[in-house]
């Protein structure tokens, strides 16, 4: 089964700093897809980026970047310049290639901004 | 632009009444799913559909029956509210099992 994990329930960042929110997911599969999901207060659920498990270059997306290890399971987001607007509960997800009929979330990582 | 539409975003429900949580799609998306979202476990599966048709469960489907008659809507029922089914509801789709999921704005139910 596939399952991920997120094992910072809780992280903070100054205003313009970079903070790194890690995530590991387990799977015997080689073919798959990595998110990263950002929910504001709003509750809207919001992609962030993505990643293809066959890609070695890792995903960048503005002040969003990733480091992807498939070796070590590991898809942790990196997020450069901090912003006020960039609080939220971000949630790391895992879609696998071959069946594809459900995202697997990790529990989340709540992230404070600090001015 | 709608994207997903949800709806209610808000609602109150006494147990052992039922329910149905609308959701609708204007992408064209064949790929369709409700989660929950409960503190501290993430979003889980309640059921999902592959297109028109098809459906199947997921996760934790006990207490919500689904149907899809339509490529654009996909509603979720609840057939006899409990307290615990208390949660915030998420409708999602995708065009196929390679891309990423589009979300509605969720749906706040509590159970009293």
């Known amino acids: 089964a596939q399952t991920v994990t997120q094992s910072q329930p809780e992280m903070s960042v100054q205003e313009a700093e970079t903070v790194t929110l890690s995530c590991t997911y387990d799977?015997?599969?080689?073919?798959?897809?990595l998110f990263w999901y950002k929910q504001p207060p709003s509750r809207q659920m919001i992609l962030v980026i993505r990643q293809e498990a066959y890609k070695q270059q890792n995903a960048t997306e503005n002040r969003f970047s990733v480091n992807f290890q498939k070796a070590a399971k590991s898809f942790s987001l990196k997020i450069s310049d901090s912003q006020l607007g960039d609080a939220a509960m971000y949630f790391c997800a895992y879609r696998n290639a071959n069946t594809g009929n459900q995202f697997y979330f990790g529990t989340g990582t709540s992230l404070t901004v600090i001015p | 632009n709608a994207g997903v539409t949800q709806t209610p975003k808000f609602q109150v429900l006494k147990t052992g009444q039922s329910m149905t949580l609308q959701c609708a799609q204007d992408?064209?998306?064949?790929?369709m799913s409700w989660y929950r979202q409960d503190p501290g476990m993430g979003l889980r599966l309640i059921h999902y559909?592959?297109?028109?048709?098809?459906?199947d469960q997921g996760e934790v489907p006990n207490g919500y029956n689904v149907s899809r008659s339509t490529t654009e809507d996909f509603p979720l029922r609840l057939l006899s509210a409990a307290p615990s089914q208390t949660s915030v509801y998420f409708c999602?789709?995708?065009?196929?099992?390679?891309?990423?999921?589009?979300f509605g704005q969720g749906t706040r139910l509590t159970v009293v």
């Open positions: 992408m064209n998306h064949e790929y």
């Open positions: 999602a789709s995708s065009f196929d099992r390679y891309t990423e999921a589009f």
């Open positions: 799977t015997s599969e080689s073919d798959y897809y």
């Open positions: 559909s592959v297109g028109a048709g098809i459906t």
